[in-house]
């Protein structure tokens, strides 16, 4: 079965960090362009940074530019996003993807054929 299992999420105050995982089973990562999306309450699931399967190249949304990291290990199937200098905006449901995109990274989650199950992201003061 091919799955991907994110972790990683909590409650931060504004201003602070935190590092979400994204790790497959049943199929290798490090082959798939990877993505992560989120979704706060009432809004559409926006695209906030990708990663090609080469990690050659990546994505940020205008509005986490700066301030998040995506990156892989390849050693163990995994992507992580690195959050710095959270704000209350950034709070959301996060969800990581991944596909065989020829093209590369793309911000649609129609592009998408495997998801995670999502991990919470709350800033708050």
């Known amino acids: 079965q091919l799955q991907l299992v994110e972790s990683g999420g909590g409650l931060v105050q504004p201003g602070g960090s935190l590092r979400l995982s994204c790790v497959s089973s049943g199929f290798t990562l490090n082959y798939y362009v990877t993505s992560w999306f989120r979704q706060a309450p009432g809004k559409g699931r926006e695209g906030v940074s990708c990663?090609?399967?080469?990690?050659?190249?990546?994505y940020y949304a205008d509005s986490v530019k700066g301030r998040f990291t995506i990156s892989r290990d390849n050693a163990v199937n995994a992507v992580y996003l690195q959050m710095s200098s959270l704000k209350p905006e950034d709070t959301a449901v996060y969800y990581c993807?991944?596909?065989?995109?020829?093209?590369?990274?793309?911000?649609?989650?129609?592009?998408?054929?495997?998801w995670g199950q999502g991990t919470q992201v709350t800033v708050s003061s």
């Open positions: 990663i090609s399967s080469n990690t050659s190249s990546t």
């Open positions: 993807a991944a596909d065989r995109l020829v093209a590369g990274c793309t911000s649609s989650s129609r592009d998408y054929a495997y």
